[in-house]
């Protein structure tokens, strides 16, 4: 076996699991609620109350809750040479996040539902990077000492489902861009004349305040009106 003088630490690690998150400060997801709702009138005579106590589902439980899953995974490479004057750490990770928590006032249920829809696990969202780590360590004499660290991150995310309307189009959606993507009109330079302005597509708000100088702004889903609800675009 030969000895490499100049390697000091060589060391591989991966590592693999998959954790639970419950994410949630509410309680009894599971369990639908009924409250009290009074006595209905009889028909025959309004004035007086039938004699059945009466009670609503308020919220709707959803007996399938459940706790989010991570599964992650991470490898690792440490390296340092010289004496440990020079040395490296390289680590690459990955998670996906799936059964993601969805509040029913943050779904999409049509409104013939007649009731918030219960909470469910229904996202899913990926996420990959890396992080370099470079450091040099060095007595350059007994009364010097430098070091240098230098690092670098790189975190990329992306939501693979999230419950939207199936009709919406779909560089308006959540779904296939990164968490938070910003989503924002797009402009085509300047009204530079009042002829430019008066051919301009029409805007749905304040179009009477275009003047030359103005963004001309793109009509992104081609309708022929700028309305910032569908032509705001990745």
Known sequence: MHDISWLDKLKLRYSYGLIGHDGTNQRWLYESQWA???QAPLAENMNLKSPYVIYKEAVVGNPDIHWEKARKSNLDLELAVLKNILSTNIEYFTEDRTDILLYGTNRVLPGYYGI???AANVERVTKNGYEVEL???ENLNKN???WL??????VKDKILYKEEPELKDAYLKAQGFPIDQTKTLITDGFYNTWD????STPLVL??????PGSYNILDFDGDGKIDESKD???
């Open 36 to 38: 009290y709702s009074g």
């Open 116 to 118: 918030n829809p219960p």
């Open 135 to 137: 450091k040099f360590n």
């Open 144 to 146: 010097m000492h430098v």
């Open 149 to 154: 660290t230098a690092s670098l991150t790189h």
């Open 196 to 199: 430019e302005v008066y051919a």
């Open 206 to 211: 304040n179009d009477q305040n275009k003047l």
């Open 232 to 234: 705001v675009a990745p």
